[in-house]
């Protein structure tokens, strides 16, 4: 072989070492909003994330903001205009009080608890007692799911008290007798009594179009 021609063989393979590695894609970013009740599925979500980048934000029901990546909630919105993909269902419980001498309710009973026409024990299990209902905020999922199931759309009572989260729904039916609550079956403690089940609701997921790339791939693994 010529020296020139080693030369040029060696320049070669230097070059070669030198050229500049090709650019790794930088992992995928998606922002997830979800409400109280679906953050049961937030484990799901992050083992199906991978390597993805995902940014959480909890919002009410009626406050998920449509041009999300992902949005998770219980039960289907009245004005969805979006594509929406189910995950999952969910039990929406009425729940007691453990020491409530009643462990089931009928759906008119329910009805009457949660439209305030029930105001104490005394139709029920014969106690003056005073009834006292816990619900969510206004435009939270589940409470609107209820409502619609049981209601037929109408508010649960004014003189409901209030609850901010599952947990303190929970905790609230848990430390009074009288107390009756809603909850979903994720977020059900040995510390309440299920005595009703208002409605088996979908999870949805709903995107702001048809879902591509990262936001196809987590919501096909969500499905599995």
Request: with cysteine; glycine share 6%.
């Amino acid at each position: 072989m010529r020296p020139a021609q080693l030369l040029l063989i060696v320049l070669i393979v230097l070059l070669a070492g030198c050229s500049p590695a090709a650019p790794t894609a930088a992992p995928a970013s998606l922002t997830v909003q979800y409400t109280a009740s679906a953050a049961s599925w937030l484990p799901s979500l992050v083992v199906c994330a991978g390597s993805m980048t995902i940014h959480t934000e909890q919002r009410l029901g009626e406050d998920l903001d449509p041009g999300t990546d992902l949005a998770m909630r219980i039960g289907q919105p009245v004005d969805l205009t979006s594509p929406a993909y189910r995950i999952g269902t969910e039990d929406v419980l009425v729940i007691l009080n453990p020491q409530n001498p009643v462990h089931q309710l009928s759906a008119e009973q329910v009805r009457g608890l949660f439209s305030g026409e029930i105001q104490t024990w005394k139709d029920i299990t014969g106690s003056d007692s005073p009834v006292e209902i816990w619900s969510y905020p206004h435009g939270e999922d589940v409470e609107q799911v209820f409502e619609q199931a049981v209601l037929s759309g109408s508010p649960i009572t004014s003189t409901a008290r209030l609850a901010n989260s599952p947990e303190e729904m929970a905790r609230a039916v848990a430390k009074d007798i009288n107390a009756v609550g809603i909850l979903t079956r994720h977020w059900k403690t040995g510390d309440v009594l299920e005595v009703y089940t208002a409605v088996s609701a979908p999870v949805l997921v709903i995107t702001p179009s048809l879902p591509k790339g990262p936001s196809s791939a987590l919501l096909a693994c969500l499905q599995k």
